[in-house]
């Protein structure tokens, strides 16, 4: 009998349509991988609904039951009678309350195996600053930075003061995003301070990170969990049509907004320090299933890297980058989710064995 895998799309971020784009290529894979794939869709308001595949594959309206979770059953429930249990469970939720914890915390509440990190790993790489310091913790260079917090907003100023000594470029980020969503490059003082406020549209927390001027982005997918990973090979994400980084225009508006080169135009020495720093960033963070751990290299001295960030729910459309590393790196994304429910289940049953008892 075929594994039932209920694939958890949409959410509230500003990720909302791409998570859709995610879905249909992780739902078509997944049957493509023996799997029967069940989309759970979650509109940006309202009760999540069973959809159909069909409908989700041709991009029609997504109608459907709407499901409700029973934490004492394990299983969810259908608005008009009948429960749905699926084996497993597969976010791909962009963004906020989708990548960031919060939905890893009702998975776990329902006891279901579900793929990707756990609560905890999902919360710290979702905080550009805090992972960051975790990283810097075991040793992985990084960037330095001010953040400006809410509580300091009203008077930020010495703050910005801080942050210029750092020198230009600065790049100016919401904490907990992905998508480089709300991120600006500030090139001179006068930038800053509304590029702060802009950055305040998406978090209550904003970072103002030291640039490298011109950095090669490099990329690279890790897959695996505490008890072992690997990293794919390392591309390079390289800005064209007049953008100088790779900012959410370039990503999802912009058909030409980049060019992704793999492998990455780097040493072999060079490339197996990004990818060896890669595992231990995601093994830091309490990584599982899947990660993209994104560097900068200095454009001059490519020995020279910094970690930026990990994205531990990394899109999964045709054209993302994340299945793009593997494929090339000798994996076929049916093979890439056929692991990552396999590191689901183990992960599920390791949990259970865990006692909740005081003695």
């Known amino acids: 009998m075929k594994k039932t895998i209920a694939v958890i799309f949409g959410g509230k971020s500003p990720e909302h349509e791409v998570s859709?784009?995610?879905a249909k290529t992780v739902c078509a894979k997944l049957e493509a991988a023996g799997f029967r794939a069940?989309?759970?869709?979650?509109?940006r308001e309202g009760a999540w609904r069973l959809v159909k595949l069909a409908d989700l594959a041709a991009g029609r309206a997504l109608k459907g039951p709407e499901l409700e979770p029973s934490l004492a059953r394990g299983c969810f429930l259908k608005k008009g009678g009948g429960t749905v249990r699926p084996h497993a469970l597969f976010p791909i939720i962009h963004g906020s309350t989708g990548e960031d914890g919060v939905l890893q915390g009702l998975m776990e509440l329902l006891g279901i195996p579900y793929a990707g990190c756990g609560v905890t790993a999902s919360a710290v790489g979702m905080d550009k600053i805090i992972s960051k310091e975790l990283a810097a913790l075991d040793g992985v260079p990084v960037l330095p930075h001010v953040a400006v917090r809410a509580h300091q907003r009203a008077a930020m100023g010495p703050l910005l003061k801080k942050a210029e000594k750092l020198g230009f470029p600065l790049f100016v980020k919401p904490v907990a995003q992905g998508s480089s969503v709300g991120v600006t490059k500030v090139k001179k003082p006068a930038q800053l301070r509304p590029a702060v406020e802009n950055?305040?549209?998406?978090?209550?927390?904003?970072?103002?990170?030291?640039?490298?001027?011109r950095a090669r982005e490099i990329v690279c997918g890790v897959l695996g969990s505490q008890d072992g990973a690997k990293a794919s090979v390392c591309g390079e994400v390289v800005p064209q049509g007049g953008h100088e980084f790779y900012d959410y225009e370039a990503k999802y508006l912009d058909d030409n907004g980049m060019r992704l080169d793999l492998p990455a135009r780097l040493p072999k020495a060079t490339s197996e320090r990004l990818r060896e720093t890669a595992v231990k960033v995601f093994l830091a963070l309490g990584g599982s299933g899947l990660a993209r751990v994104d560097f900068f290299v200095d454009p001059k001295d490519d020995r020279k890297f910094y970690f930026c960030e990990i994205n531990?729910?990394?899109?999964?459309t045709s054209h993302s980058l994340y299945p793009r590393l593997w494929e090339r790196t000798g994996l076929k994304p049916e093979k890439v989710l056929k692991e990552l429910v396999a590191i689901a289940e183990r992960a599920a049953a390791r949990r259970r064995r865990l006692t909740i008892a005081r003695k």
């Open 20 to 22: 859709i784009e995610s």
């Open 199 to 213: 950055a305040f549209r998406f978090d209550t927390a904003v970072m103002i990170e030291k640039g490298v001027d």
């Open 312 to 316: 531990t729910l990394p899109g999964f």
């Open 38 to 43: 069940l989309p759970f869709y979650a509109p």
